[in-house]
Structure formats: C-alpha cells, structure tokens
C-alpha cells in the first residue's frame, strides 16, 4: 500500500538515510557471538568489502569480544558461522564480499560447548 | 459586563470555544485545513465532540495560577535548605538526569505537537482542547527546567539537555518516537499522544517517577510531578474522548485507528523500558518491580479500557502480549545495555548490591537468577580484577525504535531477536516484530531514520574515535559518563556525608 502522506510525491523526495554510498567506502556489518549476551546486541562495523575474513579472526573479534572469560577458550575450527541466515565455512584468505557479505549484512558465530559464564548464555 | 457574569458554565465556556469559530468566507475550508482530510479520517459532525474541558474551565486559570504559587515556594525552599543532601543516595540523581534529558524534552515536543494540532484539526471544541494542552505542556518543561537547575549545581550530566537530546544515541530514542508522532497527521498525532502515551502508558511514565522521587527524598521533583498530574488528568480525558469520537463519527475510521493503537503502543512499550530499568535498578528505595507496575496500570487498567471500548470494534493493541512476557526481562535487558555504555551516557550505572539482587530474585522468581544475575556476577568478578567491563564497539540499532538489539526472542530468553525488511534494495534490522511491523506499514518514513551508529560511521557526530564523538555530544569526560564509583558525584556526595557525621560529632 502507498504511504499515508500529505505531499503525493513524498515516496519518491525522501532521502535514504544509510545508503551504502554514505559510508565512503565502507560496509556497515554487524557481528553476533551466539550464548554471549553479556554483550548486549549485535555490534555494528564500518569495514572495505574486499577485506579478508581473516582480518575479521584476526583483529576485530578478539579486540572486541577477547575480554570474556570464555574466550580464550575457543576452538576457532569448531565455530559455525552463518551470514544473514545461510550457513557458512568461512575461508580467511577470500574478502567479505566473496563470502556474501553485504552492506547491513549479520554475521552470527556460536562456539560450540561455550555457552556463556556458568553456563548462563551471559 | 454584568451580563456576561450572570452566564452559567457552560455558556462561557460555549462563548470561549463555538463562538470564536466561524464559517471562512475568503478561502474554502480545505484551504484553512490543509491536514484535515489525507489520512482518511472521516468525521460527519464535529458538533457531536463532547469536550471535557467545558466544566472545569473557569477554575482552569486560578487553579494553574495557584500552582505555580505553590511550586515555586517549595522550590525555594528545596534550593535554600540545600534539599538534595536529603535524597536516600547520590545514585538517585542519575534517575532525574534520565528524566530531565529524556522526558522533559518530550513536554517540549508535546507543546508543539498540541499547538500545531490545536491550529489544524477542522474541529473547534479539540481544537481549543488541543491549544490549552499545548499550553499546559509548556508550563510542564518550564516547572522541570526549574526544579531540576537547582540539581544543576551540585551535580553532572545536567547541562546540555537540549543539546544532547538531538544528539545522544539513547535519546534518539525517545526524540525519534516524537518526531514521528508529530509528522503524522493530526488525527495520528492525537491517537499517538493524546490516547496511546497520555491515556494507556503515562501512569507508568509519571507515578514511577514521582513515587521513586517520594520515596527516595525528592521533593522538588514530587511537586513538579503533582503540579502535572492534575493536568495529566485533563490530557487523559481528552485522549479517550478523541477515541470515541473518531470511532463513533465513521465505521472506516476503525481500521486507521487500531492501526495507529497497535503502532502506538508499541513505540511507547519500547520508550518505557527506560522507566523499566530506572525502577528496578536505579532507586535506591525501591517502589515496587517494573513487572507489578505494568501488571497494576497496563494489564488490569488498560484491560478493562479496551474492554470497554470493544463495543466500537476495537480490539487491544497487537503484541500486548508479547510486551507483557517481556516484563520479565526489559529492565535487566536495557540496565545491561547502559552499564556497558555507560561511557558514552551522560549519566553514571553500577551493579546492583547483594541485597538488591535479592530483590530482584523475590520480584523476578522466573528469570533474575537463570539469566541476569549470572551476568551482573560476571561483570563483578571482572570489577574487581579491576576490569570494569565497558563494551568497546558499537550496537546494532533496531531501525524503528533506535535502541540497541538486546532484546531476546519472545519465549527464547536465550537468543536475541533479529528481524529483517527489504526496502528499495536496502536491508533494515528490528529488534521485534512490533518494530518490524511499523516499518513494514511506513518503509519510507523510516528509512530516513537518523541511527546514531550510522550516523557516527557516515562522519556526522564529530569524528571517528568515540571521544570525538561524545565531546560532539558536550559530554564532559571523566564526569558526566562511567560507573558511579569513582566519579565525582560520589566524591562530592561522600564528602558531604562525612561533613554531616563530622558535625553530627
């Protein structure tokens, strides 16, 4: 249905405030450690497309997440990653973009036997 | 002049508002009312508004008057005997700077909402209803302002309110859910405000504050708070006699109405849940549990409201239910959310005390020792390691509420909710299917929507690193923001105490 508006050309004047192009260069992605909810939502990153996955196990995961207890305990060959719903192996030396990664995309990785402190999912 | 005094209520009352209406003659009267007909609303008879402010308007002036009087002399007194060394803790205060930079804001917004409403509804009786509303609005921000410059003084976080609520990640949540209200139309703006906040949610707004501030030695916010609450009572009238009046006019109103019921009280739930947390975690003398209050003023008077007004077709708003499961969980949820951004909040967070989370146990038996105080334990062994847990990145917002995702899936307090539209090629997140359906209803509204992380990353708000942002925000570092221990609130506050012990001998 068209939108309820005052101007009848309102839907094609407004301005999409997070298009891609708005973020010289960059994607917007969001990662999620499943279990982990001591970290309160998502956390979102503006990152170049053709970045390698492995700058992601390399840099940003552990710089952002490598503070919880669980963490050093993680098998990384074990981790199940799915992208915007799709289950994927994730191949360190291919970019973001050749795993499917777009902008706004989700990337949620679950560690399996970890589940948060005491079990909790925290 | 005589003659006018002689007059009963209700003739002045009709001079006041039938009799400063008049026919255009210049203009067509879709000109004079160029908001009046495109959202769909039809009205047959505005004769037929009962408006019920026709009573009680001759004592309207005194009683404001009169009012003021009082509120002013108690705060006199409040700045005069030094009354915030009479508040329980100096955690308290942090309740007030989420009031004062989150709600006093909305009383603002509310005034222009009303007054822009007050000129375009075609009607002349809400019309004068909706300008005195305005006015009462302004006279709400003008008494908060006031009382809480005195808290200005001795205390950080207060001072660019106005600046910050344009700005602030987290105020962009209550600021968006006004901007959206008032550029509906004005039938929208009514139902959004006028019914859904002012009629269904603003006791869970205004007696959990005014209770908390009771009970925890704040006078001056008890007083502007009942100066309100007998205006709060008047907005209520209005906001159900809107509602019927819109339902009664046209049968092909009701669909737009449960609409706007169903959006409203969704985005009010979402706002609310920063009630949620200041009640649960933020008195020191706790009133009662997040979960009783909304059980009290949501589930049994909001009940028999919608029960009442089943005979227009209405039915309660959708996801009533879900925003009831999630009683259990919003104030642990959203209270995790500041603790760990609380560098970048105007106000300080804490852990709660061995003896708070026991009261939480008591008032949450399903849920506080399965899901949440394993987590506030976790972050307690990480403070006393002397790695006070701030979370470094950015959250992912939900498009439609703005807040950070920490929401979990209804029935799975395990996973967080994530849900998904598609909007001329771009992706849009929410954190509910409440918010996912707003969107859904108005792609184009919202994806206009000003997320404060995008924002950041777009290079917006004052630079890349996240001080250059705060200091965007007039954050003053090391004060304004951080836990409680430490800053210099508590300093402050824990000198004072000793001084009075000191003298006391």
Known sequence: ?122 | MNAIGKLGLKQRYALLTRGLDWEPSYQPRDKVFPYAAFEGIKVHDWSKWEDPFRLTMDAYWKFQAEKERKLYAVLDSFAQNNGQLGLTDARYVNAIKLFLTGVSPLEYQAHRGFAHTGRHLPGIGPRIAAQMQSLDELRHVQTQVHTISHYNKFFDGFHDWQHMHDRVWYLSVPKSFFDDARTGGPFEFMIAIGFSFEYVLTNLLFVPFMSGAAYNGDLATVTFGFSAQSDESRHMTLGIEVIKFLLEQDPDNLPIVQKWVDKWFWRGHRVLGLVAMMMDYMLPRKIMSWREAWDIYFTEAGGSLFEDLARYGLRPPRYADVATAEAEHISHQNWAIFYQYTHAAAFHTWLPSDEEMDWLSEKYPNTFDKYYRPRLEMWREMEKEGKRFYNNGLPQLCTTCQIPMGYTEPGDPGTICFRTSEFRGETYHFCSDGCKDIFDDEPEKFAQSWLPVHQIFQGNCGGASVEDVLRWYRMNLGADNMDQAGSPDQRQWDAWMEARRRVAG
């Open chain 1, 1 to 122: 249905m068209p939108i309820v508006a005052l101007d009848p050309g309102y839907a094609e004047k407004i301005d999409v405030r997070d298009r891609e192009e708005n973020f010289h260069g960059n994607i917007v992605v969001y990662i999620h450690w499943e279990d982990h909810l001591s970290f309160c939502a998502a956390m979102a990153f503006p990152l170049p497309p053709d970045m390698p996955f492995g700058a992601l196990l390399q840099e940003i995961i552990p710089t952002y997440y490598g503070m919880h207890p669980d963490f050093p305990r993680i098998d990384w060959p074990a981790v199940r990653w799915t992208i915007d719903g799709r289950e994927v192996t994730p191949d360190p030396a291919a970019s973001l973009r050749d795993h499917g990664v777009h902008h706004k995309s989700l990337i949620r990785f679950r560690t399996p036997g970890l589940t948060g402190f005491r079990g909790s999912g925290s």
